[in-house]
Each structure stands twice: as C-alpha cells, then as structure tokens.
C-alpha cells in the first residue's frame, strides 16, 4: 500500500467517525423505527394465533408468492448481505463464491426435498423421519439435530447483529459488543413467543421487500459511480485491494496451498447440500396449503434470491474499489460491516445523505438478523416442543395448549445459549459462520431425509447412525479446526488445539454421515415396513393424505 493511499484512508476515518457521531441521534431513531415497526407485526399477528397450526405453520394460510418471499427473506441472511458483501471486499473471486454456492443450494431443494417433505410432514423434519421408523428415539435425533443445526446458525446472525448495532452507537469495547448481542436475544425470544410462524412469517416478508430495495438502490449507486461500466468497476476494486489481477482470479483466499483447495472443495460441498438440510428452511414448506404451492413458492424465492445474488457482487466489488480493504478491516477484521461502510461512502461521507443511508442500510440489515434468528428459533423450539416433549416425553398424551407452552420455553433457553456463544463468536465472518451450519445440516439431516424418502430398506438405526454420526463428526472436527483456534481470526486467537486443518468439515462428515445411514441400514436386524414406505412414497409422490 502506498503513503499516499494510508493517508486517504485515516482521512476517510476520520471523516467517517466524526459523520456518524454527529448524526448519532438521527441514526438511532432511524434504527428504532424500524425495529419498533417489526414488533408491531409481531404482536398483530400474535393475536392471531390460536391454535399449534398457527404457532408452528402459519395456519398454512401463506400463498406461494408470499411464502416465497418469506424464505427468501428467510435465506437472505445477515451472512447475505455483511458476510459476502465483506467477503467480496477483502478476497475478490474467492469471496464471490459465497453467492454461487447459495444459490445453486436451491436447485438441491426445489428438486430433491420441497415437494415431497410437505406431502409427508406436519410441523417439523421429525414428522417424515418417524413415519416409518420408530417414533422416540428417531424424534428425538431429529430435535437434537435441529437445535444444534439452528444454533449454529445463530451464532452467524448473533456476530452480524454485534458489528452492525456496534458500528451505528459507536461501541469499541467487548462489553458492549457483548450486551448488544444480549439485545438480540432478548428481541428474538419476543418474536417468537409472540408472533410464533404467522408473526414471523410477515416480518420476513416485510424484511425481504427492504431488503431488495436497499440492495437494488445501492448496487445503482455503485454503478452509477462508474457510469454503469463493470470494467471500470472491477479494475479500480483489484487495483485498489492491494493484489492487482489477482483480485479477480481464484486463488487469493482458496487455492494457495492444497490444504486451502481442499477447503474450498469442502466449502463448495456444505454451500450446495446443506440448504435442503436446514430446519428454519424446512418448516417454511408447511405453511402454504398444498404441494404445488410448496413448489411454487421455491420457484419464487430462486428468483428473489438469484437477483439478490447478484447484487451482492456489485456491493462486494463497490466496497473494494470504493472503500478498500485498510478501512473495511479496521472497522472489523472479518469485513463484516463492508456493507453499511459502503453505504454510508454513498450517501455522502461526513453530510446528513450519508447518515441517513447508514441507518436505513444497517436498519434494514438489523431486521434481516432478527427475522433469520426468529426463524431459526422458531424450527428449534417447534423440533423440542412437538418432537421430544410432546411424542417423547409426553408419548403424544401432551395438548396442544401445553405442546406451545413447552416451545414458548425452548425459545427462552435457546435464546439463552445464543446469546452466550455469539458473544463469543463476534468477530468472525458471519459467511463462513453460515457455512458451518450448512455443514452440519448436510451431514446430519440431508442424509436421513433423502433415505427416508426415497430408500425402502432405511431403518431405525440407520437413521440413527446417520444423525448422530453426522453431527458429532462435524461439530467435533469444528472444534478442532482454525475456526476455532490457532489463528489470529479464530474465536480463541490465543490458544490451538487444532488438528484439523480445513475451517470446513463438509468433505469429511456429509459423505460421512451418508455411508452411516447405509451402514447402519445394512446391519440393522430391524426388518424395514415395506408398507409404510409403500404409504409414505405414495404421499410424499402425490400429496394423498397430507396435512
């Protein structure tokens, strides 16, 4: 880097820290707006919820369109718009993978999993794993599973929301970084308890039109900065970055060893199986009323999504060229708030224009976090309350009235260790967080779900051996990776316990969790119901009998 451009940079900051102190009282009421007109949905469609239909689905009242807006809402993450976007910024084409592999997930679901999974299912993944199998222990593998996935998740969203809120208040201390985590929590337990599905199904849609919008005003401001020349654009990123050309070609985060190839590999894997893994995902196929809307609305939300998709690459390569990389990682080393940086630059740095597009954009991504988590939220408590308290514990005597109450629960405890880890993971990139939870969801429930569906000679054990090997395997080879130690960027910087060398254990534990299931099968003495698979192939094949 030149002295020149470190000179520019301080100016930058400099202006930027003075801009944002001096709009402060504009920009949190901005943010409170937002975040006051989302509870507002809450509590409206709290009232309307009245029965376990409509805590766990919506009352299956939701057309394709707006449930396609909803799981849009609902995929397009905190990981979406500050992780790539960060992502992007800092590692050019390598960041940029991120997208793709969100995006191409969608196929895996739309073809393999969507239709079928509401055909055969009521409220959670464990209604279609028990149907021909034995219910207690397969319900209760299904709710661990879908905890420790969801968790996971939450911890993305939990990082995302310390940066954004931190970045607007102007907060550098860890306390405070910690107590706004708090705050998430405790506004994401409300959701849920609250609004249950319908509440935050209208929260999500209402999230995903803003963010589209702020996405699409940005990305024409990017580009008009440029008079709409991508060329200009990607050559002032890369000249900018610091790496020249190589700031377009694969290679600058993935690809300089074979152990970082082989993490991209494994990268590539969790991104496109893990999508049809993901609880919070899952569910959202019970809230329309019939099949083909289930398939409908994934149509819809591919659409949504793949524009989305590509917006970010704009917002990515924007903050390069715009911002660069010295200013980005000094705000957060994992370029999470590359995003809100970039729009504030856009608004006009150091006027009330630039202010005004800080809070909107950060408001706007802030509502993105609490919608995602209260998803998240809502498929663990939902896995706890109908898989393992009402038809484990209780061996399906619970009511309904006590089947909400314990989810209502659940959400308060899983609230509870969200708040405990995410203050913990604060300051990793919130995309490679996702890609975890991708991880997981693919070893775990990708695995037992397809056997389920499409494999007669599926057992008990297998499914079993399927879930529980694939968490374990991926959760412990995360333990023991740079994600966690051993690394300047890891959650525990100043110790290394890390033998396994890739940030992702997606090529070891998704075909890991896939040969159990087989196995497991195999060498079960359990002789498999035929014509339970005969019912349930005929359900989930033409919707006969579904809920």
């Known amino acids: ?103 191409v997930a969608w196929l895996v679901a739309l073809l393999l999993v969507a239709e079928p ?160 893994g993901l609880p919070h995902i899952l569910i959202r196929f019970y809230t329309v009323p019939t099949a083909k809307a289930a398939r409908k609305s994934v149509n819809w939300a591919i659409g949504i999504i793949g524009v989305f998709y590509l917006m970010t690459i704009a917002l990515g390569f924007g903050a390069a060229a715009l911002i660069g990389p010295e200013e980005i990682i000094a705000k ?9 940086q970039l729009a504030e630059y856009l608004g006009g740095l150091g006027t009330t224009g630039g202010a005004v597009m800080l809070a909107v954009i950060s408001a706007v991504a802030f509502a993105t976090i609490l919608a995602v988590v209260a998803g998240l939220t809502l498929a663990s408590s939902s896995s706890f309350a109908h898989d393992i308290y009402a038809n484990v514990i209780r061996k399906g005597k619970a009511t309904e009235k006590e089947e909400m109450r314990a989810a209502r629960w659940a959400t308060v405890a899983i609230g509870v260790v969200s708040i405990a880890l995410g203050a913990m993971a604060r300051d990793l990139n919130v995309a490679g967080l996702v890609a975890l939870a991708f991880a997981v969801a693919a070893s775990a429930n990708l695995p037992t779900i397809l056997y389920s569906l499409f494999w007669k000679r599926f057992t008990t054990q297998g499914a079993l051996w399927s879930i529980y090997g694939g968490l374990a395997s991926s959760v412990l080879l995360v333990l023991f990776s740079p994600v966690v130690s051993g690394k300047a960027s890891s959650m525990f910087p100043d110790v290394d316990f890390a033998w396994f060398p890739l940030e992702n254990p997606g090529l070891i534990s998704i075909p890991l969790g896939f040969l159990l299931g087989w196995v497991g099968s195999v060498l079960s003495k359990e002789e498999p119901d035929k014509a339970k698979y005969a019912e349930l192939e005929v359900k989930s094949l033409t919707g006969t009998g579904a809920h």
């Open 1 to 103: 880097m030149s002295a020149a451009y470190s000179t520019h940079t301080v100016t930058q900051l400099a202006a930027t820290a003075s801009s944002t102190t001096e709009h402060r009282p504009l920009i949190i009421t901005l943010f409170a707006i937002f975040v006051a007109a989302t509870l507002a949905i809450t509590v409206w469609a709290g009232r309307q919820t009245k029965s376990a239909s409509d805590f766990y689905a919506g009352g299956r009242q939701f057309t394709a369109f707006q449930n396609g807006l909803a799981v849009s809402g609902d995929y397009m993450s905190a990981a979406s718009f500050l992780g790539i976007a960060g992502a992007i910024a800092l590692f050019g084409y390598d960041g940029f993978l991120y997208s793709i592999g969100f995006l």
């Open 117 to 276: 999974l509401r055909n055969s299912g009521r409220y959670t993944m464990g209604d279609v794993l028990a149907y021909r199998m034995r219910q207690r222990p397969v319900r209760t593998a299904a709710g661990v599973s879908t905890i420790i996935v969801s968790i996971f998740y939450l911890l993305a969203q939990m990082a995302g929301a310390g940066v954004l809120v931190a970045l607007l208040l102007g907060i550098t201390g860890d306390m405070g970084k910690i107590l706004i985590v708090a705050l998430v929590g405790v506004l994401m337990i409300l959701y849920v308890t609250i609004g249950g599905m319908k509440g935050t199904t209208w929260v999500q849609m209402v999230k995903a039109v803003l963010l589209i919008a702020g996405a699409l005003l940005m990305t024409l401001m990017v580009l008009w900065k440029f008079d709409f020349n991508v060329s200009d654009l990607l050559g002032t990123a890369a000249e900018k970055s610091g790496h020249g050309s190589a700031f377009l070609e694969p290679g600058l985060k993935y690809g300089a060893t074979d152990v970082s190839k082989l993490d991209f590999i494994s990268l590539g894997i969790a991104l496109v199986l893990g999508t049809a």
């Open 332 to 340: 957060n080393p994992a370029g999470n708030a590359a995003a809100p």
